[in-house]
């Protein structure tokens, strides 16, 4: 059966250092979402993408957080100076359609910055 | 801004019961709602979603109904097994304002003892 699958699973790095999460989405899937869960808090959205651009994005993603599809297959999420608040477990999903699809994740990336 | 809440936070069955699970949602303008399980330490696996046009939704032993005008979801589980031991979580996809992303409840976390 197709699945997300993101690597690395998990990750530790000091604060102030950039990072790179990666994320394999479903091949025929065209829209892409990060989602963040800080430990023992809700799922929360960060962004979505589609045709190449960001269509929407939450009050976390701000100017430190980036995203991009750099070739057909992978999507990333990168941090460019992480605080330690930052630390969550950062889930990958993707859909087949837009506002109606079922959303498929990935079993998360595991940030601990330190 | 669309809140999802969860009730119980937890609960614990024996082996063979059947049960529910409760979810509500504050705002009735949404294009869907998404059941999921999630393991500890592990990712979100989809177990149902219901379209805002429909009333419920089966797979197996899981049927998951929906009332959108008073704004609540059950997950009903038959015949549960431990196996079944996780935490659910809810999700609905707000059609008003940011319209693509998933908003989650806390989750009820669920332990069935042999």
Known sequence: ?114 | KQEVTQIPAALSVPEGENLVLNCSFTDSAIYNLQWFRQDPGKGLTSLLLIQSSQREQTSGRLNASLDKSSGRSTLYIAASQPGDSATYLCAVRSSSGSARQLTFGSGTQLTVLP
């Open chain 1, 1 to 114: 059966e197709p699945e997300v699958t993101q690597t690395p699973s998990h990750q530790v790095t000091q604060m102030g250092q950039e990072v790179i999460l990666r994320c394999v989405p479903i091949s025929n899937h065209l829209y892409f979402y990060w989602y963040r869960q800080i430990l023992g808090q809700k799922v929360e959205f960060l962004v979505s993408f589609y045709n190449n651009e960001i269509s929407e994005k939450s009050e976390i993603f701000d100017d430190q957080f980036s995203v991009e599809r750099p070739d057909g297959s992978n999507f990333t999420l990168k941090i460019r100076s992480t605080k330690l608040e930052d630390s969550a477990m950062y889930f990958c999903a993707s859909s087949e359609q837009g506002a109606s699809g079922e959303l498929f994740f990935g079993e998360g990336s595991r940030l601990t910055v330190l």
